[in-house]
């Protein structure tokens, strides 16, 4: 069976050091609202849509996509409270098919969780089941991609372009 096969628009969800994939989340929906014994939205469907992977956090992250402005992103909280940081990782369509991956940003105080492997582990596998080509112009997913070396994203990376 091919992994491309499987892939389905999630959101993604970190918890306890465990990744749940889920449904798309309604973004009217009050965040409260969205949990459910499970842990992933109530939206989410069938046992069969979670996918459960390691995080180095403890803290739930919900990872968002911006097709327009081209970035993935995590809104930050601290006790409960919605602040205005974010973390975020953009990209670029250089031409149909090939996007360039350009920039990691985390916010100082929350850097060494584990945020921004969320963030890239989201958006390449985002663009490898849209099987994009992608160039990895920031150092952060360069480094990550090499140190992971996972052959579905490796097979989608362009080094020498």
Request: glycine share 4%.
């Amino acid at each position: 069976m091919s992994y491309r096969n499987l892939i389905k628009p999630l959101s993604t969800l970190w918890t306890r050091r465990t990744l749940i994939r889920c449904q798309p989340l309604t973004m009217n929906q009050p965040r409260a609202d969205l949990m459910s014994t499970t842990g992933c939205p109530q939206s989410a469907g069938t046992a069969d849509s979670v996918d459960k992977q390691e995080s180095d956090s403890d803290m739930p992250f919900i990872v968002g996509h911006d097709k327009t402005k081209k970035f993935f992103y995590i809104n930050l909280e601290q006790d409960g409270k919605r602040k205005k940081d974010t973390a975020i990782l953009e990209y670029d369509w250089i031409r149909p098919g090939f996007v360039d991956l350009y920039h990691t940003g985390v916010p100082s105080a929350y850097r060494g969780q584990g945020i921004a492997k969320i963030l890239a582990k989201a958006a390449l596998e985002h663009f490898v089941a849209e099987d994009a080509k992608m160039r990895l112009s920031c150092s952060y997913l360069h480094k990550y991609v090499q140190e992971t070396r996972l052959p579905r994203v490796w097979d989608n990376v362009v080094w020498d372009e």
